[in-house]
């Protein structure tokens, strides 16, 4: 792969690509896209982060591409419209938390990579308000954000030059990164959040 350009291997995701690199080399910011790939496991959704590598005068001097299959993200959306058996399957394949709560904020449903990252069994966060998993001094505020969201749902990410943190039941806390997306059901509107713990990305970036 050495000396190779990068497109040779996102093969007809390039052109989706190239601009999120051109505005990453220009404008020094971080881009996320999401494109459909063909690999040797078929067929799958990526999401990209692409971000600019600095030297020490901050002058751009490279480029780095994070790669999460979010495959399992997406089917896990699709299996959520249809129904709940459904979607267990999908939620507890996931390489990623996944956190399905109510209009109140309430937590519906976790998968076990959510009980892994927090270190609650999923029984005492079933029924919890969902800010249970953020750090006490940011409770307030993700109430009120929460609201908002639910009051205009739509699907974003969360976390690209924020200072964005889960806290465990120990009260240790972590950096994350979160997507939010939803669904609607006969039973009301489910936001999604799709959790990530990127104290890994953090010390590969340093």
């Given at each position: 792969?050495?000396?190779q350009?990068?497109?040779?291997?996102?093969?007809?995701?390039?052109p989706?690509?190239?601009?999120?690199?051109?505005?990453v080399?220009?404008?020094?910011?971080?881009?996320?896209?999401?494109?459909?790939?063909?690999?040797?496991?078929?067929?799958?959704?990526?999401?990209?982060?692409?971000?600019?590598?600095?030297?020490?005068?901050?002058?751009?001097?490279?480029?780095?591409?994070?790669?999460?299959?979010?495959?399992?993200?997406?089917?896990?959306?699709?299996?959520?419209?249809?129904s709940?058996?459904?979607?267990?399957?999908?939620?507890?394949?996931?390489?990623?938390?996944?956190?399905?709560?109510?209009?109140?904020?309430?937590i519906?449903?976790?998968?076990?990579?959510?009980?892994?990252?927090?270190?609650?069994?999923?029984?005492?966060?079933?029924?919890?308000?969902?800010?249970?998993?953020?750090?006490?001094?940011?409770?307030?505020?993700?109430?009120?954000?929460?609201?908002?969201?639910?009051?205009?749902?739509?699907?974003?990410?969360?976390?690209?030059?924020?200072?964005?943190?889960?806290?465990?039941?120990?009260?240790?806390?972590?950096?994350?990164?979160?997507?939010?997306?939803?669904?609607?059901?006969?039973?009301?509107?489910?936001?999604?959040?799709?959790?990530?713990?990127?104290?890994?990305?953090?010390?590969?970036?340093?």
């Open positions: 792969m050495t000396g350009p990068i497109e040779a291997f996102l093969h007809r995701s390039a989706e690509i190239a601009p999120a690199l051109a505005r080399r220009s404008e020094r910011t971080t881009e996320e896209v999401e494109v459909d790939h063909t690999g040797p496991r078929g067929r799958r959704r990526l999401l990209l982060t692409v971000s600019p590598i600095r030297d020490v005068d901050q002058a751009v001097i490279g480029t780095s591409l994070l790669g999460r299959d979010i495959t399992a993200r997406t089917q896990t959306e699709q299996a959520l419209r249809r709940e058996a459904t979607s267990r399957a999908f939620l507890e394949s996931a390489s990623e938390g996944i956190v399905v709560v109510d209009a109140a904020g309430r519906l449903l976790v998968n076990a990579k959510t009980e892994e990252m927090f270190g609650y069994p999923r029984d005492e966060l079933i029924g919890q308000a969902v800010e249970i998993l953020v750090p006490p001094r940011h409770r307030d505020t993700h109430v009120s954000q929460r609201e908002a969201y639910m009051r205009s749902p739509r699907v974003r990410s969360m976390g690209r030059g924020l200072d964005l943190a889960g806290v465990k039941k120990s009260g240790a806390e972590f950096p994350v990164e979160v997507s939010l997306s939803y669904v609607s059901t006969d039973e009301g509107t489910r936001a999604i959040a799709f959790v990530t713990d990127i104290s890994e990305r953090l010390a590969y970036q340093r």
